[in-house]
């Protein structure tokens, strides 16, 4: 019997959770997370994020054999390399290696130093030096914090005055290493690898919805929807993009701190086999996590262990996907404590990972904040997938329920 502990809340931390027990019903698993919605599949601790002391204590006491960070300030606090130093199995990346998926400026400079191709870009640490870089880009431009906070602390700006505005208004705060790029048009898409520090191997491509409204408007955000696997591309850019980790791993190796755990790696198609990297991501994200999961074929812990004890890349040359395509759904509220009713109605409540929300002691659910939780369907093809997926929205309902309508409503 393995005893789990996943560090951190949100979707994609409660889909981690799912797929492991339905692989192993025999684990206990944890969560590190505040959550409120009760499960039979896994136990809510209230343990922070950054308390590594009360998670070791926690994971020692419990007999845990495998503890899985997900939540970015878990690596922030470095929980890898405290773990590992006090004789814990722990799958995810040390905050060093980590760094370039954290820290959204020296992610482009890594992306640079190994000439990668990403759109133009500054690093600045003072107002005066980004307006400047802005009197020679092409609009619109992307203006964002180096530390990925709130979706206030980023906007693609249209126009030079916009983005002088929202420049005055992060430095007003004290921010510095704010990152400027122009914006680069296209199809957003991520690929998921699993990494044991040398090698890596892909999970899934993922087709990403970024912009908070149908069409692509409102703000630019992580994601509000995806589907999976990604069709649209190509098997050159898929090798292509794969060769790239392998480089990422190997300096990242050379620096001393090896990548364990998984690597996602954000891109858009620009043209025919042709892409730009935007950034990378430190694990699945809310929005796609149970998408790509629900497609693995194989036992995951297996591949976690394998990492952890060196014998991932002698023991698997691929991962084994399903033939099913998965859609998937962010559900916002525009105003908390709402009740959110039809979720009996719901195919299988096992397809919705809930993100902030609580439950009352006569079992209903209520919004807590602006994203409530993640709802996907699988199904043998994409359309049956989107139809499911919004058969299930419809019997949704709460005042100031938002989410896109228009996801893989063209592909």
């Not at 890898?80 to 954290?102: C, D, E, H, L, T």
């Not at 921010?175 to 898409?189: C, K, P, R, S, W």
């Not at 719901?346 to 409530?372: P, R």
């Amino acid at each position: 019997m393995n005893n789990v502990l996943i560090v951190g809340s949100g979707a994609a931390a409660y889909a981690l959770a799912k797929k492991i027990y339905n692989q192993n019903e025999s684990c206990k698993i944890y969560i590190a997370s505040n959550s409120l919605v009760k499960s039979d599949k896994y136990e809510c601790i209230d343990i922070r994020a950054q308390d590594l002391t009360g998670l070791l204590k926690f994971a020692i006491d419990n007999d845990i054999d495998i503890t899985i960070p997900v939540s970015q300030d878990a690596i922030c606090a470095d929980i890898v390399s405290f773990f590992q130093a006090n004789g814990q199995n722990i799958f995810g990346p040390a905050k060093q290696a980590a760094n370039i998926a954290i820290n959204k400026a020296a992610g482009k400079k890594f992306l640079y130093k190994i000439h990668a191709q990403t759109s133009k870009f500054g690093v600045f640490d003072k107002i005066q030096q980004a307006q400047e870089w802005l009197g020679s880009a092409n609009f619109p431009v992307t203006i964002r914090s180096c530390i990925e906070n709130k979706q206030a602390d980023r906007l693609v700006c249209p126009t030079k005055s916009l983005a002088n505005e929202f420049l005055d208004g992060l430095f007003s705060k004290g921010e510095t290493g704010v990152l400027a790029e122009e914006f680069t048009f296209g199809h957003n898409f991520t690929v998921y690898y699993i990494a044991d520090g040398y090698s890596a191997l892909p999970l899934c491509s993922v087709g990403n919805y970024k912009f908070e409204k149908d069409g692509d408007g409102g703000y630019l955000t992580n994601g509000v929807g995806c589907f999976c696997p990604d069709y649209k591309i190509t098997d050159v850019i898929q090798t292509r993009v794969s060769n790239i980790v392998k480089n990422v791993l190997a300096l990242i190796e050379k620096n001393g701190d090896p990548y364990v755990g998984i690597l996602g790696i954000d891109c858009t198609v620009t043209g025919e086999d042709k892409f730009f990297i935007n950034e990378f991501r430190s694990f699945l994200q809310d929005y796609d996590a149970a998408a790509v999961l629900n497609l693995i074929d194989q036992d995951i812990l297996r591949f976690f262990h394998a990492c952890i004890e060196g014998y991932f890349s002698d023991d698997y040359h691929q991962i084994e996907i399903s033939h099913n395509s998965c859609v998937s759904a962010l559900v916002k509220s525009r105003k908390p404590c709402e009740l959110i009713n039809g979720l009996d109605l719901v195919e299988n409540i096992d397809d919705i990972d809930f993100i902030s929300v609580k439950q009352a002691e006569d079992g209903g659910i209520y919004t807590l904040s602006d994203e409530c939780f993640v709802i996907t369907r699988c199904a043998s093809t994409l359309s049956r997938a989107r139809q499911y997926l919004y058969e299930d929205l419809s019997v949704i309902s709460f005042e100031g329920m938002k989410y896109r309508k228009d996801i893989c409503k063209c592909d």
